[in-house]
């Protein structure tokens, strides 16, 4: 299995990137951050499996297009593609301006739709992954955010409400040969948090950590999630066990958002 991870140098996408080598996959890392695309990349030999690394932009369609064209040169094929990159804005609806909404939307609404039809072209062109499977497999970084409007969060939410939109399109349009599914994580312990935490904080002059610990608080299974725990759901997206399973998006949160 030849899987492609963008936003994979930290957070998230490493820990989905790392499960994937341990699963025995060759991985291509991927990441605005060159250093630490190559950095985890080291981390996937480690374990034992075959590793690449690159350092993209995803607000630019044609560094995605490069990207899977790289990949497809040196391994034959695309397998798994996870459209991990992403970035946030804490703002109020009123002080969220042009340059906050078009920094977020760049990347995780049109980076995310872009890098998705890049990886299609490839996989449509190629044979099943086995017999009876697909071609080739997206899965798309959503969020609960995406699901209901939250306080703050009025650009990011709408990013990734694009992103469960785009997944659903592209799993219709895209069947029988190519399955596309998301993962909406709730509050992950990982360095985007703490700057959500930090901003929200700044926002309403509360101290540093305690957003974080509200929301925390609001986690029925009563634990911090981690990376850990998405890569699991990604690995899962990524076996042949969600083969007949494409459009969907699940909640990977403790039991925060019940729909």
């Known amino acids: 299995c030849i899987a492609l991870v963008t936003g994979a140098g930290r957070g998230i996408g490493a820990a989905i990137a790392l499960r994937y080598a341990r699963e025995g996959a060759t991985v291509v890392v991927a990441d605005l951050d060159e250093k630490n695309a190559t950095e985890v990349a080291e981390q996937v030999r480690s374990l034992g499996a075959e590793a690449d690394s690159l350092g993209v932009d995803v607000r630019e369609p044609e560094q995605s297009a490069a ?26 609806v009123l002080d969220t301006t042009p340059e906050d909404w078009d920094a977020v939307q760049s990347v995780n609404g049109r980076g995310l739709f872009f890098a998705l039809q890049a990886g299609a072209r490839q996989m449509l062109k190629q044979s099943p992954m086995g017999d009876g499977r697909p071609c080739g497999k997206i899965i798309n970084m959503a969020s609960i955010a995406g699901r209901t409007g939250r306080k703050l969060m009025s650009a990011y939410s709408a990013s990734k409400a694009t992103a469960i939109m ?25 360095e985007m948090w703490k700057q959500i935490d930090r901003e929200w904080a700044e926002h309403e002059n509360r101290p540093i950590g305690s957003v974080w610990e509200e929301r925390v ?43």
């Open 67 to 92: 990207m899977i064209e790289h990949v497809a040169k040196r391994f034959g094929r695309l397998d798994v593609l996870v459209n991990n990159a992403g970035v946030i804005r804490v703002r109020s």
């Open 166 to 190: 785009v997944t659903q399109a592209a799993a219709v349009e895209f069947a029988p040969q190519l399955t596309v599914n998301s993962i909406c994580p709730g509050p992950v312990g990982t």
């Open 217 to 259: 608080g609001l986690i029925p299974l009563q634990r911090i999630e981690t990376p850990e725990d998405v890569a699991a759901m990604a690995a899962f997206l990524a076996s042949v066990d969600s083969d007949f399973i494409t459009g969907q998006s699940y909640h990977v949160d403790g039991g925060m958002l019940m729909l």
